[in-house]
């Protein structure tokens, strides 16, 4: 975790949209950002923060459906199911659920959409698809901010 904390400071921004109590109607340009830049930089990080995502010591509450929409809010495409294989997880363990999970419901719809007949209804498909497998990775990204500051604060 402490590998992370540097890296996942962009997120504290994203903490106004997603907090439980939260009241913005829409993620910041700067929380759509950091978001981005710690995919870009640290695909492991956002890993571990989806995998320790019930941390007890974050004394936050999240939003979790805003939290989980955040990727498609910010329009950035973002896959976990390598999670495990990047966290040397068995992928039968308990921890790799919510990545298989991830998996089930992302990846798998989205190519069942792509192989459909063109129209309006694959492409419902595919968008509810993205949606509804990035949710992980929204979660992630609320844990992330609060480890960061967590880290800052220690």
């Known amino acids: ?8 400071m962009g997120l504290a921004t994203c903490l106004t949209y997603v907090q439980l109590t939260a ?5 910041t340009p700067d929380c759509c950002s950091g978001f981005r830049q710690v995919l870009g930089t640290s695909k492991r990080c956002m890993c571990i923060l989806v ?3 019930d941390e007890p010591a974050l004394g936050i509450k999240v939003n979790i459906t805003r939290s989980m929409n ?6 950035i495409p973002a896959t976990f199911s390598d999670c495990p294989k990047i966290l040397n ?3 039968d ?3 790799a659920e919510i990545f298989k999970q991830y998996g089930i419901e992302h990846e798998g719809k989205n190519a069942t959409a792509g192989g459909a007949a063109t129209g309006t209804s694959g492409a419902k498909s595919a968008d509810a698809a993205a949606g509804a497998g990035r949710h ?4 992630a990204v609320v844990v992330s901010a609060l480890l960061a500051s967590l880290f800052v604060l220690a």
Do not use: I, Q
Request: hydrophobic share 40%; with cysteine; glycine share 0%.
């Open 89 to 91: 997880m068995s992928p």
């Open 136 to 139: 992980a990775v929204v979660f």
């Open 1 to 8: 975790k402490a590998e992370c904390a540097d890296k996942l």
């Open 93 to 95: 363990s308990k921890e």
């Open 70 to 75: 955040l990727p498609s809010v910010c329009n």
């Open 23 to 27: 009241t913005a109607r829409a993620p």
């Open 51 to 53: 995998k320790d995502r």
